[in-house]
């Protein structure tokens, strides 16, 4: 904060102290103290946007409490696990949620018994499992002697000391008692707030921070008291049960929760109607039936089948909610055996294997099941009866773009609707990031408008060697040759993998810009993470597993080809108008880079790390050259020499993270 804010938090801590307050007696009071002046108005403005930017502070029931003067004396028990402890962290569910928020203000450090100081604590949101956790940074060595067994997490003079326990202890009844009153207050001050969310009736539940945090201000001594048994204890024994954070009553309906979470997550994120919201719940519970009858059935009898499969398919013949049911599905875990068995279901019941939202399911099932031969057959039968269905258009040009028919993809996506993304020519930029389709459009474009050049003369024996004239054999049916093709080749790659591998790629970004958000920006575009997950990912190998038999046939030798190109060091030894000479430090091969245009960095004797793919007699920089100094030589050549991935990606951050830019973007 700025002089000013600092002021005014200062004035805000001591009118708090351990106490609420309402936001309006807020403003009274430092009006009435002198702490601010002006309007009324304008000072609650102020104060709004204090407590807007600081997570020292909440809101509860009784107003804005101060959470490191609620939480002074207060222990709380956690479980320590060894493996994310050996990485540094401890994470906040079940056992510490009730801290995180303050944490998250930062300025909280780890101290030891003697009140010593060890280290700062961050907080971070991380993925494990697939599931974006929220996780405790510790100081170094602030955990040793506490893995895998239980900690007493005591908060004193702001900051946390944690001490070994050997047992947890049990609930104490006040705190259980506090923690009833707490749950009752967080549902009414969240019903009484109303906050847009249209909860249904009965659904009675509230977030666990919340409830532990009026239950501190119900009984506050009493947590000082008595350390708090485990969080999921202290539920428990006061009649709650806990699921994800979410608090609720024994007997809780949570079918019903879950479809207006799904409702309100969907409105959200697809933009989709209250009809269509129905529609998809209608499916979505399908599905969850499915699945529950061990994959046999969509109902008891032949009536309810029928019906229900009738309205699933009707349903995903609105592209929207087909394209909303497959993102949460997979979001929610669904296996794509499920879902193929799912969808083959529901066509016996409607006897129409043509209805083309659930053949466009199946389809999708299928290819990313890795049965993308017969996903690709399946859309093109579908085609016929498509009528429109953006999906079934929109996958079909893919396969198409993946067999080298760019005019066939062009045409589907144009009967599709799709338009190329506004361009913002002085920024040099699209107005909005274009979605996958209109990335496929990009993609295509330049193989379906442009013409390859002619291979003879109008009267030559053509070239195919069928023994015809050119002009009557290929002429104006000419394809592009592989060694312009490569570059297509090679975003067909790009394309599977930003469908099926970003959230690899935003992590390696992320880790690899180190909170630089601009660089997080350009690191993610770039040619260089992309190359990275394709093939220290292994994303390359999935994309020639399951493409191969699409690919045309030279196509699929020299992805081959590339799948065993090695990233390596090199020194550029010559330099042309498009192209670099460059002599492999480890191995002294030489090789020619034919699509790269030299800038300043360029030089002779320079250094570059990347991995040129072969293409002919020349080399393409595809993934990217990044230029480094020769102090970076010897760690790339061990990290590549690793064969480890984490070891190479830790040799690209720590060069990244002292230049505080990116030259991540090839030449």
């Known amino acids: 904060m700025v002089a000013a804010d600092q002021t005014l938090r200062t004035a805000l801590i001591d009118i708090l102290g351990r106490s609420a307050m309402t936001r309006d007696a807020i403003v009274e009071e430092l009006i009435a103290r002198g702490a601010s002046t002006g309007a009324a108005a304008t000072v609650r403005k102020t104060v709004d946007a ?28 956690a479980w320590i696990d060894a493996i994310d402890a050996r990485d540094g962290f401890v994470r906040s569910d079940p056992h510490l949620g009730q801290l995180t928020w303050w944490l998250i203000a930062g300025d909280v450090d780890v101290v030891d018994e003697s009140g010593r100081r060890i280290g700062p604590i961050e907080t971070d949101g991380i993925l494990l499992g697939g599931v974006d956790t929220d996780v405790i940074l510790m100081p170094e060595g602030s955990l040793d002697g506490l893995t895998d067994g239980w900690a007493t997490v005591r908060v004193t003079g702001g900051s946390l000391c944690w001490t070994r326990c050997a047992e947890p202890p049990e609930p104490h009844e006040r705190i259980v008692a506090a923690i009833s009153a707490g749950f009752a207050r967080s549902v009414d001050e969240r019903e009484d707030a109303g906050l847009g969310l249209d909860v249904p009736s009965g659904l009675r539940f509230a977030m666990g921070e919340s409830v532990v945090l009026e239950a501190l201000m119900v009984d506050r001594e009493a947590f000082v008291a008595h350390p708090a048994a485990p969080l999921p204890e202290l539920f428990r024994a006061a009649g709650l049960e806990v699921r994800r954070q979410v ?41 969850a039936d499915h699945v529950a009858d061990d994959i046999d059935g969509l109902g008891a009898d032949a009536d309810t089948r029928q019906s229900l499969a009738r309205r699933v398919a009707a349903a995903l013949a609105d592209s929207d909610v087909a ?63 498509a009528g429109g269905h953006a999906l079934v258009l929109e996958d079909a040009a893919g396969f ?37 389709a209109q990335m496929l459009l990009l993609e295509i474009a330049p193989w379906a408008t442009g013409r390859p050049r002619e291979t003879a003369r109008r009267n030559d024996p053509c070239p195919c060697g069928s023994g015809r004239k050119y002009k009557a054999c290929h002429l104006g049916r000419e394809g592009f040759p592989l060694a312009e093709r490569a570059l297509w080749l090679y975003d067909k790659a790009k394309r599977f993998m930003r469908a099926r591998g970003a959230d690899t790629a935003m992590a390696l970004a992320e880790l690899l810009a180190d909170d630089d958000d601009r660089l997080y920006d350009e690191l993610l575009e770039s040619e260089l993470v992309a190359d990275l997950v394709l093939h220290e990912g292994d994303w390359f190998d999935e994309f020639l597993d399951s493409r191969s038999e699409l690919l045309p046939d030279d196509e699929a030798i020299l992805a081959a080809q590339w799948l065993l190109a090695e990233r390596s060091v090199f020194e550029v030894v010559g330099i042309g108008k498009e192209q670099i000479e460059l002599r492999d430090i480890g191995s002294g091969e030489r090789l020619t880079v034919v699509n790269v245009t030299p800038n300043h960095q360029t030089r002779i004797g320079g250094t570059v790390v990347g991995r040129p793919l072969p293409v002919g007699d020349a080399y393409r920089a595809l993934g990217g050259i990044v230029p480094i100094s020769p102090t970076w030589i010897t760690p790339f050549l061990d990290a590549i020499a690793s064969d480890d991935p984490e070891e190479l990606v830790g040799t690209y951050a720590a060069l990244f993270r002292p230049l505080g830019s990116s030259t991540a973007d090839g030449g």
């Open 400 to 436: 198409a773009a993946d067999r080298g028919d760019a005019a066939t993809a062009f045409r589907l996506l144009s009967e599709a609707g799709v338009e190329p993304p506004a361009f913002d020519e002085e920024d040099d930029e699209f107005d909005a990031d274009p979605d996958p």
């Open 323 to 385: 394209f909303a049911f497959w993102e949460t599905s997979l979001d929610g875990d669904t296996e794509l055996p499920a879902l193929v068995s799912f969808a083959m279901a529901v066509a016996d019941e409607v006897h129409d294997a043509t209805a083309p939202g659930l053949g466009w399911l199946l389809a999708r099932a299928l290819d990313w099941g890795g049965e993308a031969v017969l996903a690709d057959r399946l859309l093109t039968e579908l085609l016929p009866h």
């Open 50 to 77: 204090a407590l807007q930017l600081d997570t020292s502070f909440s809101d509860g029931a009784d107003g804005v409490v101060y959470l490191p003067a609620l939480l002074e004396g207060t222990s709380w028990t």
């Open 247 to 287: 608090v609720v009553e024994a007997g809780f309906d949570w079918a019903a929760y879950d479809a207006w979470t799904l409702g309100n997550r969907v409105r959200l994120n697809y933009d989709l109607s209250s009809a269509q919201v129905e529609e998809l719940s209608i499916v979505v519970a399908a599905l």
